[in-house]
């Protein structure tokens, strides 16, 4: 997926002497207390470098920054305007002039004194830079959606597996209250047997027309072809790089359900503890897709905005952005953004701590905090690679029964779709050499 030549120009080698010394030390000090084998010593703070910096990035590293035990060393940017901008706030926020900017992230990696990355690129990067960055030895924390195909969100888990490297996906509503609390519910039998979880996406839609060609600006203020990276290669505009690329086919992910459905689908997959699979039939219409589970839990994907009166769900309507609904025989319970949990019988809402009603699910402060104490602990994050890689697919398997028209039906086992060569192929796209 990535290329051939993945690895940093720079390389990264080690002397004879500076391994025969860490062998012996090994021999008296054991990894974690040293720092080695991925571990992170516990009286060092962890080294922390940027990959990509938008109003995305700088909104999850004013978070980050808070942290005591966390040194945001480097930001590496395609953008000169947001290097600049990135490196203002670091810098004023250490009261120095330390953060050091590249254009291109693998001379950010090279570094040794980079423990972990953020990975805050446009989609087409998630993958691919979090791949690179899990090789050169650095634990990832990325936005999502953290591939915009079902191949490369296995080559991301797959490679995060076989390196040890520890893994969050950017799906911070796991790690806020009034979600958590709302899974709570499900998992505790306290909806009775589940029958139906309500995912919020946005409205599916497909857009693949060119903007037209525009002068590329000098390499320094916008690397074009870094900022393409492994998408297909069309002429530079400046209105992509300001932002216009979502909804691009080439681009974004998954005809846009992965928007909300990243976070939205997952929960569904916690509340129904099936972070170690994914619905095995998808059905689309015009309103929603219809996904069922082995164990017969619908999943419902209900699209927005919804021109549909009152035929709209009612879940939709009040909670914020990215609300979920749980409906089990005995219950129901649904919440968003805003906070709220709205739950019956009455009895349940008595559940919810009133402190909980009204945490937004924005913040990411919680989810990062996890990230970090696990670069420590090399624990599992609540968003590792093994759940993003099943909500992620799920999410996938769905935009392309969308595509396609048709009811599609995929083996969680191998995940690839039974009896459809043409959804098979949609799986997987062709990649750029970006390495050049």
Known sequence: ???????????????????????????????????????????EKIGLGVVGIGPRCTYDLKAMLQFDDIRCLAIADVQASRRDAGKQLVDAHYGNKDCVLYRDFREL?????????????????HAAASIVAAKAGKDVYSEKPCGITIAACQELADTMQAGQRVFQAGTQRRSVPNFQVAVDMAH???????????ASVYMPGLDNTWLPAQPAPPRDVVDWNLWLGPAPWRPFNQK??????????????????????????DLCQW?????????????????????RYANGVALVLDFLPLPFGDRAPHYVTRLGTCPVRFVGEEGWVE??????????????RKEVPEAVRRVRGLDVS??????????????????????????????????IAWILQRPLKIDPKNESFIDDDEANRLRSRAWRDWTA
């Open 240 to 265: 992509y790089v300001d932002g216009g690329w979502r909804g691009q086919w080439d681009f974004d992910s998954g005809a846009k359900l992965l928007d909300w459905g990243a976070h939205t689908v």
């Open 109 to 125: 990696l090279a570094r040794k004194d980079i423990d972990a990355v953020i990975v805050a690129t446009g989609d087409r990067w």
């Open 335 to 348: 919440t968003g953004d805003e906070g709220e949990v709205l739950a019956h019988p009455e009895s349940l």
């Open 366 to 399: 919680a989810h990062s905090r996890n990230f970090f104490d696990c670069v420590r602990s090399r624990g599992a994050t609540a968003a590792n690679a093994t759940v993003m890689r099943r909500s992620h697919i799920a999410c996938h398997a769905a935009a």
């Open 271 to 291: 509340a129904n503890q099936a972070d170690d699979t994914m619905p095995i039939e998808y059905v689309p219409s015009d309103r929603n897709i219809e996904c």
């Open 188 to 198: 505790r039998g306290k909806l009775g047997e589940l029958k139906t979880l309500h």
């Open 1 to 43: 997926m990535i290329g051939p030549r993945d690895v940093s120009r720079r390389g990264f080698l080690s002397t004879a002497a500076a391994a025969a010394a860490t062998a012996s030390w090994a021999s008296i000090v054991p990894d974690r207390a040293l720092g080695r084998s991925g571990h992170v010593a516990p009286n």
